[in-house]
């Protein structure tokens, strides 16, 4: 590693965090996601309670609570807490609950949600600023079908000096097509939302800087030719994918609701589990729009 990714993580992994008082937090990492003990997401959380969850949530980027027992109303007052409820452009497609996007994949699902680097619906003009999935059904051997968390704050700073710079510069288009048509390989008929955001954005609680274009929904940037915008965004991605220290894995087990920041953080649903059944709903947060 050069030195700017090093003194980076030397950075995040000195900061003095002050101790928790209601609840337990076990990082995963030095640099991001924690697993949370002492809180019944099925419960009414204290509003200290819920102010030590939501440092945490700022402090680690992502959050793994296990063994929860909650119904769907249980899910969406947690996620309420945040914030207004998303609306996903495929659950909009589907009948019920439109504010719980179904995540499930079987024996005979031809692809399944989140299989690639991405953070979600970055195509919005005000994309999630987190996301909550809630798994009760897992691979029935135990193991499969866990999710990497790569943290983007610690992504930008790894890179140079003079990349930082440049990469401030520029904007980004997020195209919500791209999943349909690179990922599953057709487009639904509908319309979906493209919009632009900076490359380089501040995180709208924190003010720090992080990196803002991701694989799943990325199209382009428009200040340079396109041979200069592909190469230079297969080089992000190439680094978010392949920097073992950006990143944590969070192994599942029923009733484990994962919540995630996803101003921050990407995201890679890690599908070794054919033909075994995963099955879950995940409740999105509406955010702010990007900031540089």
Known sequence: MHRE???????????????????RVNPLTPVIGAEIE?????????????????????????????????????????????????????????????????????????????EGWHADVTCDVEPPMGSMLYLQTTPEIGVGGDTLFANMHLAYEMLSAPMRAFLET??????????????YGYRPNQTFQ?????????????????????????????????????ALLEMLYRHIETQPALACRVRWTPDTLVFWDNRCTQHHAVWDYYPLDRAGHRVSIVGERPVA
């Not at 030397?10 to 209601?22: C, G, H, L, N, S």
């Not at 520029?170 to 990922?183: F, K, M, N, R, S």
């Open 5 to 23: 990714a090093l003194l980076a993580i030397e950075a995040i992994v000195k900061a003095e965090r002050e101790p928790y008082e209601t609840i």
């Open 38 to 114: 002492g809180v019944d997401l099925a419960g009414d959380l204290s509003n200290r309670q819920f102010a030590e969850v939501r440092r945490a949530f700022l402090e680690h980027h992502i959050l793994v609570f296990r063994d929860q027992r909650l119904s769907p109303e249980d899910h969406k007052r947690f996620g309420r807490r945040f914030g207004r409820l998303h609306v996903h452009p495929l659950q909009a497609m589907r009948e019920g609950d439109n504010e719980r996007l179904e995540v499930k994949a079987s024996k005979d699902s031809k692809f399944v949600a989140g």
């Open 170 to 183: 520029l904007t980004a288009v997020h195209d919500g097509a791209i999943p349909w048509v690179q990922g």
């Open 194 to 230: 493209v919009n632009e955001h900076p490359v380089v954005v501040r995180h709208p609680e924190t003010g720090r800087k992080l990196l803002y274009v991701n694989r799943g929904f990325t199209s382009h940037i428009p200040q340079l030719a396109r041979f200069e915008s592909a």
